[in-house]
T-cell receptor, first 110, second 110 residues
Framework: SQTIHQWPATLVQPVGSPLSLECTVE??????LYWYRQAAGRGLQLLFY??????ISSEVPQNLSASRPQDRQFILSSKKLLLSDSGFYLC?????????FGPGTRLLVL | RKEVEQDPGPFNVPEGATVAFNCTYS??????FFWYRQDCRKEPKLLMS???SGNEDGRFTAQLNRASQYISLLIRDSKLSDSATYLC???????????FGTGTKLQVIP
Protein backbone atom coordinates (compact mmCIF):
# COMPACT_ATOMS: atom_id res chain seq x y z
CA SER A 1 0.00 0.00 0.00
CA GLN A 2 1.00 3.59 -0.49
CA THR A 3 2.21 5.79 2.33
CA ILE A 4 3.23 9.41 2.40
CA HIS A 5 5.64 10.91 4.87
CA GLN A 6 6.37 14.49 5.82
CA TRP A 7 8.95 16.01 8.11
CA PRO A 8 9.43 17.74 10.31
CA ALA A 9 6.07 17.50 12.05
CA THR A 10 6.41 20.92 13.63
CA LEU A 11 8.79 23.80 13.08
CA VAL A 12 9.32 27.19 14.68
CA GLN A 13 11.45 29.53 12.62
CA PRO A 14 12.40 33.21 12.86
CA VAL A 15 11.42 35.66 10.14
CA GLY A 16 14.01 35.79 7.41
CA SER A 17 15.32 32.27 7.98
CA PRO A 18 15.32 29.59 5.25
CA LEU A 19 12.90 26.69 5.06
CA SER A 20 13.01 23.16 3.75
CA LEU A 21 10.10 20.75 4.13
CA GLU A 22 10.31 17.26 2.75
CA CYS A 23 7.67 14.87 1.48
CA THR A 24 8.23 11.31 0.31
CA VAL A 25 5.83 8.73 -1.04
CA GLU A 26 6.21 4.98 -0.86
CA UNK A 27 4.47 2.19 -2.70
CA UNK A 28 3.79 3.94 -5.99
CA UNK A 29 5.72 5.30 -8.92
CA UNK A 30 5.34 8.54 -10.86
CA UNK A 31 2.64 9.98 -8.60
CA UNK A 32 1.21 13.46 -9.02
CA LEU A 33 2.42 15.42 -6.02
CA TYR A 34 1.01 18.55 -4.41
CA TRP A 35 1.91 21.10 -1.74
CA TYR A 36 -0.93 22.85 0.09
CA ARG A 37 -1.02 25.38 2.88
CA GLN A 38 -3.86 25.67 5.35
CA ALA A 39 -3.84 28.83 7.42
CA ALA A 40 -5.66 28.85 10.75
CA GLY A 41 -9.42 28.67 10.17
CA ARG A 42 -9.04 28.77 6.41
CA GLY A 43 -9.27 26.39 3.50
CA LEU A 44 -6.57 24.53 1.67
CA GLN A 45 -4.55 26.66 -0.71
CA LEU A 46 -2.75 24.83 -3.51
CA LEU A 47 0.85 26.05 -3.73
CA PHE A 48 2.59 23.70 -6.18
CA TYR A 49 1.92 20.53 -8.09
CA UNK A 50 4.20 18.19 -9.97
CA UNK A 51 3.51 15.51 -12.55
CA UNK A 52 7.09 14.26 -12.73
CA UNK A 53 10.73 14.80 -11.82
CA UNK A 54 11.73 18.44 -12.24
CA UNK A 55 8.23 19.26 -13.50
CA ILE A 56 6.80 21.83 -11.09
CA SER A 57 3.90 24.20 -11.55
CA SER A 58 3.21 27.08 -9.21
CA GLU A 59 -0.32 28.11 -8.43
CA VAL A 60 0.34 31.13 -6.23
CA PRO A 61 3.31 33.50 -6.66
CA GLN A 62 5.08 34.00 -3.35
CA ASN A 63 8.42 33.53 -1.67
CA LEU A 64 8.17 29.74 -1.70
CA SER A 65 9.60 27.30 -4.22
CA ALA A 66 9.31 23.57 -4.78
CA SER A 67 11.56 20.93 -6.24
CA ARG A 68 11.21 17.28 -7.15
CA PRO A 69 14.69 15.81 -7.38
CA GLN A 70 13.45 12.21 -7.33
CA ASP A 71 10.26 10.53 -8.46
CA ARG A 72 8.83 10.16 -4.97
CA GLN A 73 10.37 13.16 -3.24
CA PHE A 74 8.87 16.63 -3.15
CA ILE A 75 10.53 19.51 -1.32
CA LEU A 76 9.12 22.89 -0.35
CA SER A 77 11.64 25.65 0.27
CA SER A 78 12.02 29.29 1.06
CA LYS A 79 15.10 31.48 1.22
CA LYS A 80 13.55 33.97 3.65
CA LEU A 81 10.43 33.24 5.65
CA LEU A 82 7.72 35.82 6.26
CA LEU A 83 5.30 35.96 9.17
CA SER A 84 2.51 35.19 6.71
CA ASP A 85 4.17 31.85 5.86
CA SER A 86 2.91 30.39 9.13
CA GLY A 87 0.44 27.60 8.63
CA PHE A 88 -0.15 23.90 8.20
CA TYR A 89 1.70 22.56 5.15
CA LEU A 90 0.30 19.45 3.59
CA CYS A 91 1.80 17.28 0.91
CA UNK A 92 -0.52 15.08 -1.11
CA UNK A 93 -0.16 12.45 -3.78
CA UNK A 94 -2.72 11.46 -6.34
CA UNK A 95 -3.09 8.54 -8.74
CA UNK A 96 -5.81 10.47 -10.60
CA UNK A 97 -8.48 12.66 -9.05
CA UNK A 98 -8.48 11.51 -5.44
CA UNK A 99 -5.80 13.05 -3.26
CA UNK A 100 -4.15 11.45 -0.25
CA PHE A 101 -2.48 13.65 2.29
CA GLY A 102 0.59 13.29 4.42
CA PRO A 103 0.47 14.10 8.14
CA GLY A 104 1.53 17.70 7.54
CA THR A 105 4.08 20.11 8.95
CA ARG A 106 2.93 22.83 11.31
CA LEU A 107 5.10 25.92 10.74
CA LEU A 108 5.17 28.92 13.03
CA VAL A 109 7.19 31.91 11.90
CA LEU A 110 8.06 34.34 14.69
CA ARG B 1 -17.82 34.21 -5.03
CA LYS B 2 -15.84 31.22 -3.82
CA GLU B 3 -15.63 28.25 -6.18
CA VAL B 4 -16.72 25.87 -3.45
CA GLU B 5 -18.80 27.18 -0.56
CA GLN B 6 -19.73 25.52 2.69
CA ASP B 7 -21.49 26.66 5.83
CA PRO B 8 -18.64 26.77 8.38
CA GLY B 9 -20.94 25.74 11.24
CA PRO B 10 -20.42 24.58 13.86
CA PHE B 11 -23.24 22.10 13.76
CA ASN B 12 -23.84 20.90 17.31
CA VAL B 13 -25.97 17.77 17.30
CA PRO B 14 -26.79 15.15 19.95
CA GLU B 15 -25.62 11.58 19.59
CA GLY B 16 -27.96 9.56 17.41
CA ALA B 17 -29.17 12.54 15.43
CA THR B 18 -29.16 12.85 11.66
CA VAL B 19 -27.28 15.80 10.23
CA ALA B 20 -26.86 17.03 6.68
CA PHE B 21 -24.32 19.35 5.11
CA ASN B 22 -24.60 21.06 1.76
CA CYS B 23 -21.85 22.39 -0.43
CA THR B 24 -22.30 24.54 -3.53
CA TYR B 25 -19.87 24.84 -6.40
CA SER B 26 -19.73 27.58 -9.02
CA UNK B 27 -17.69 25.94 -11.77
CA UNK B 28 -20.11 24.10 -14.02
CA UNK B 29 -17.14 22.25 -15.54
CA UNK B 30 -16.59 20.41 -12.26
CA UNK B 31 -16.70 16.72 -12.94
CA UNK B 32 -15.86 14.85 -9.76
CA PHE B 33 -16.72 15.50 -6.18
CA PHE B 34 -15.52 14.22 -2.85
CA TRP B 35 -16.05 14.58 0.86
CA TYR B 36 -13.03 14.62 3.17
CA ARG B 37 -12.94 14.52 6.92
CA GLN B 38 -10.37 16.52 8.87
CA ASP B 39 -9.83 16.03 12.57
CA CYS B 40 -8.38 18.87 14.63
CA ARG B 41 -4.72 19.48 13.75
CA LYS B 42 -4.64 16.48 11.44
CA GLU B 43 -4.54 15.98 7.67
CA PRO B 44 -7.74 15.64 5.61
CA LYS B 45 -8.74 12.06 4.88
CA LEU B 46 -10.98 10.90 2.09
CA LEU B 47 -14.42 10.04 3.37
CA MET B 48 -16.20 9.22 0.15
CA SER B 49 -16.59 10.08 -3.49
CA UNK B 50 -19.85 11.56 -4.70
CA UNK B 51 -21.56 10.01 -7.69
CA UNK B 52 -24.40 11.39 -9.77
CA SER B 53 -26.60 8.51 -8.71
CA GLY B 54 -25.81 9.09 -5.06
CA ASN B 55 -23.86 6.69 -2.92
CA GLU B 56 -24.02 5.30 0.55
CA ASP B 57 -21.35 3.99 2.88
CA GLY B 58 -22.79 2.76 6.15
CA ARG B 59 -24.26 5.74 7.99
CA PHE B 60 -23.02 8.19 5.35
CA THR B 61 -24.88 9.17 2.19
CA ALA B 62 -23.56 11.54 -0.44
CA GLN B 63 -25.59 13.06 -3.23
CA LEU B 64 -24.91 15.29 -6.21
CA ASN B 65 -27.33 17.72 -7.82
CA ARG B 66 -25.74 18.97 -11.02
CA ALA B 67 -28.68 21.16 -12.00
CA SER B 68 -28.41 23.18 -8.81
CA GLN B 69 -24.66 22.66 -8.48
CA TYR B 70 -24.53 21.33 -4.98
CA ILE B 71 -23.48 18.20 -3.19
CA SER B 72 -24.66 16.96 0.15
CA LEU B 73 -23.51 14.68 2.92
CA LEU B 74 -25.98 13.01 5.27
CA ILE B 75 -24.82 11.38 8.48
CA ARG B 76 -27.31 9.14 10.27
CA ASP B 77 -27.12 8.02 13.88
CA SER B 78 -24.30 10.45 14.70
CA LYS B 79 -21.49 9.18 16.90
CA LEU B 80 -19.17 11.17 19.11
CA SER B 81 -16.36 10.04 16.82
CA ASP B 82 -18.01 11.82 13.88
CA SER B 83 -16.97 15.15 15.39
CA ALA B 84 -14.65 16.72 12.82
CA THR B 85 -14.57 19.21 10.00
CA TYR B 86 -15.99 17.97 6.71
CA LEU B 87 -14.45 19.34 3.52
CA CYS B 88 -16.20 19.40 0.19
CA UNK B 89 -14.02 19.03 -2.92
CA UNK B 90 -14.71 19.70 -6.58
CA UNK B 91 -12.44 18.50 -9.37
CA UNK B 92 -12.80 20.12 -12.78
CA UNK B 93 -10.22 18.17 -14.70
CA UNK B 94 -6.49 18.62 -14.99
CA UNK B 95 -3.91 17.98 -12.33
CA UNK B 96 -4.39 21.28 -10.57
CA UNK B 97 -8.12 21.81 -10.91
CA UNK B 98 -9.01 20.63 -7.44
CA UNK B 99 -10.84 23.06 -5.18
CA PHE B 100 -11.46 22.49 -1.50
CA GLY B 101 -14.18 24.15 0.51
CA THR B 102 -13.25 25.69 3.84
CA GLY B 103 -15.14 22.98 5.68
CA THR B 104 -18.13 22.50 7.95
CA LYS B 105 -17.44 21.76 11.58
CA LEU B 106 -19.53 19.09 13.26
CA GLN B 107 -19.63 18.59 17.01
CA VAL B 108 -21.60 15.59 18.26
CA ILE B 109 -22.67 16.07 21.86
CA PRO B 110 -23.24 13.24 24.36
Amino acid sequence: SQTIHQWPATLVQPVGSPLSLECTVEGTSNPNLYWYRQAAGRGLQLLFYSIGIDQISSEVPQNLSASRPQDRQFILSSKKLLLSDSGFYLCAWSPGETQYFGPGTRLLVL
Amino acid sequence: RKEVEQDPGPFNVPEGATVAFNCTYSNSASQSFFWYRQDCRKEPKLLMSVYSSGNEDGRFTAQLNRASQYISLLIRDSKLSDSATYLCVAHSGGYQKVTFGTGTKLQVIP
